[in-house]
Structures are given as structure tokens and as C-alpha cells.
């Protein structure tokens, strides 16, 4: 089965600051994707950023972008000029590109941005 | 930009009763999805839906737990004899082409049960 790790509870970063926020997987699955979704106090979930697993190159969304590293099994987002609306929990997740319908998620990081 | 509309927003329901949680997916999506997240949790799959029939579910969806589309835009969540243990928040979601491009998530249900 599908684990996806995030090992960070909580984090905080500085306003304008950079914070990486990281994230572990394990499947033995070759075709699948990555994502970022981010959950702001409204608890809505919204998607932040996607990695393709048979890309290379780092997805970037504006001041969002990854670090894929396939055979590390590692997908880490960071978050550039942070500001006090980037403030959410961010939930990392896994979905099989021809396996199961699911999405397996991390357990989230809370992250708050200090003025 | 195209919205999962879920709805109500928020339903108290005594233990017991029965409950329906409704989703308006995004009109071209043909996947679709429940899932809960109890406070403070993580957000777990309940069940995924393609092609007018369950594709998958998991040990959560038990036979308490129904999913139907009645009507081509609809897609309910029914859960026959709440129990405490059922309040959560709801999310329904869909997507385009399974996990492809991710999925959109509606704004959720959150459900008390007393």
C-alpha cells in the first residue's frame, strides 16, 4: 500500500521568508503524481501545485515550487515570499496514474506565517 | 473558474437518522470521489465513482455508507444510521481524468452528529 509521510506537524516561517515544507512517499509504482494541496481555515482544499512522476523537472506555481527527488522518494514544497494568506495547513498526496482512484494523503503540516 | 458545489454546508443530525450529503461536480469531470476528515486529521478516501457505478472504496465505506447520481449533475452521499463516530467534514471532489491533473474539491459538509 501507498504511505505518504510528512514528518514536519508544524512549521512557521517569517513574512517575505522561504520555508520548505517536506514530504516522503513509498510506492512501488512507476506511473503516478504528486500534489500539494493546501487547506486554509475555511477547510477548503485547494490544489497548490502537481508533479508529473515521469518528469524530471520541478513543477513551479509562482512563489510555489518543488523538489522532486524520484529515487529518494521525496517531494518537498517551498514557498517563497511567504505571506500571511499562504497561513493553511498544506497536505501532500499521492494518486496512481493507472492504479487505484484514490488519493493517499499525508497527515498535513500546519504552517503559520508571523508578521 | 469551475467549482464542486457541496451542500449543506453544515447538518446536525441526531444519532441514528439518516443523512444526505449532496455534490454538483464539475460539469466534464467523469470521476468522483468522497472523503472525510475527521477534526485534526488526516483526509481519508471513502469511495471513488466512474462510468454510474463504484470503481472503489474503502473499510470506512461500509454498508451504512451509498453513493448514487440520480440525475447526471448530482452526486449524493448517504449514510443510513449516523453514529457519533460519523461526524466529520465531507469532501466530495472530482476529476478530469483520475489522478492525472488532481482533484478539484468542493468546500465540504461538515457533519455533527448527536
Known amino acids: 500500500a501507498q504511505t505518504v509521510t510528512q514528518s514536519q506537524p508544524e512549521m512557521s516561517v517569517q513574512e517575505a521568508e522561504t520555508v520548505t515544507l517536506s514530504c516522503t512517499y513509498d510506492?512501488?509504482?512507476?506511473?503516478?503524481?504528486l500534489f500539494w494541496y493546501k487547506q486554509p481555515p475555511s477547510r477548503q482544499m485547494i490544489l497548490v501545485i502537481r508533479?508529473?512522476?515521469?518528469?524530471?523537472q520541478n513543477a513551479t506555481e509562482n512563489r510555489f515550487s518543488v523538489n522532486f527527488q524520484k529515487a529518494a522518494k521525496s517531494f518537498s514544497l517551498k514557498i517563497s515570499d511567504s505571506q500571511l494568506g499562504d497561513a493553511a495547513m498544506y497536505f501532500c498526496?499521492?494518486?496512481?496514474?493507472?492504479?487505484?482512484?484514490?488519493?493517499?494523503f499525508g497527515k498535513g503540516t500546519k504552517l503559520s506565517v508571523i508578521p | 473558474e469551475p467549482e464542486v458545489t457541496q451542500t449543506p454546508s453544515h447538518q446536525v443530525t441526531q444519532m441514528g437518522q439518516e443523512v444526505i450529503l449532496r455534490c454538483v461536480p464539475i460539469?466534464?469531470?467523469?470521476?468522483f470521489y468522497w472523503y472525510r476528515q475527521i477534526l485534526g486529521q488526516k483526509v481519508e478516501f471513502l469511495v471513488s465513482?466512474?462510468?454510474?457505478?463504484?470503481?472503489?472504496k474503502s473499510e470506512i465505506f461500509d454498508d451504512q455508507f451509498s453513493v448514487e447520481r440520480p440525475d447526471g449533475s448530482n452526486f449524493t452521499l448517504k449514510i443510513r444510521s449516523t453514529k457519533l463516530e460519523d461526524s466529520a467534514m465531507y469532501f466530495c471532489?472530482?476529476?478530469?481524468?483520475?489522478?492525472?491533473?488532481?482533484?478539484?474539491f468542493g468546500s465540504g459538509t461538515r457533519l455533527t452528529v448527536v
Open positions: 510506492t512501488s509504482e512507476s506511473d503516478y503524481y
Open positions: 471532489a472530482s476529476s478530469v481524468d483520475r489522478a492525472r491533473y488532481g482533484y478539484t
Open positions: 498526496a499521492w494518486g496512481s496514474g493507472a492504479g487505484s482512484y484514490q488519493l493517499t
Open positions: 460539469s466534464n469531470h467523469l470521476y
Open positions: 508533479q508529473e512522476a515521469y518528469k524530471q
Open positions: 465513482f466512474y462510468n454510474n457505478e463504484i470503481s472503489e
